[in-house]
């Protein structure tokens, strides 16, 4: 399900893309991955990497390029482009004009007794419209939950926390300093002027989630950013866009995730270890501290160093260098 917390202007499929001949003009609903969109959900194909999911998608509009388009079904709209990155880009804008900037949210008051009467608030606590927060849950003094956030039951949010753009699970704890739900770094770099990427996704924190002091974790470019059951994030961990980190995880102080990984569950990562983007970690993988992931983890493993290698391949290789 695509992000509610932002403005989209109605355009059909023609205005779009005034160069492309249209046969069926229909209104763009929303703006998904090959595998979320519906048939009224502009999509777009960058890599043969994901051509299962072109073949299979939902969608009746694609961008993508003249190499790609023979993996893509019969009977779609297929907008050829040199650039899709920066061609979706241009759309996000169009169809989510205010998705590239995080303006502040002029809606924040202090939040309502009759309206919140199972929670109970720190000093300087500021709501903005429509948050839900549910029974029981308790949020710390100076925190700042922007419009149309949604928080379950038995939560606890601690100090100086600022949340948009996110739902929360039941039983979620977060310390304090964090910063959940922000645009994440994401731009087409061009000659004269790099063009901003705009962010419409969510972040979301399933149930018994922990989050630790000063972590910061953007929400999804297209899809959602997404922290599985019973994981847990120490001290200063960075999630990016689109990273989707499985159920009873442990990631350990200052992990840093690029952008559109996905860990499997059971994973457990050391400090100060690094992960690049758009990598595949499998289920009960274990990655030692100050490592630095570049390429895709199978189930099961455990590695070490940099490049991260099998932990039998590191001893190996450290026990000649002594």
Known sequence: MTSNFFLKKKIKAQSLFPKQKIKNNFEIESVKPLH???KNDLTFFDSVKYKTYAKNTKSRICITTDKLKAHLPPGLEIVIVKNVLFELAKALKTIYPYADVDYPDLTLRKPSKKKYTNVKFGNNVLIGKNVKIGKNSIIGANTIIEQGVKIGDKCIIGSSNVIKNTIINKNVVIQDNCKIGQK???????KDKNFKFPHIGKVILEENVEIASGCTIDRGSVSDTVIGKNSYLDNQVHVA???IIGSNCMIAGQVGFAGSTRLGNN???GGQAGISGHLII??????GG??????DIGDNQTVMGYPAVSLKDFIKKNNKNE
Not at 184 to 190: T, Y
Not at 290 to 295: D, L, N, P, Q, R
């Open 267 to 269: 994973v457990s990562i």
């Open 290 to 295: 100050g490592s630095g992931v570049v390429k």
């Open 241 to 243: 866009h689109n990273v």
């Open 36 to 38: 979320l969109a519906e």
């Open 184 to 190: 994440g770094f994401g731009f087409i770099p061009l």
């Open 282 to 287: 499998g289920n009960n993988v274990k990655i």
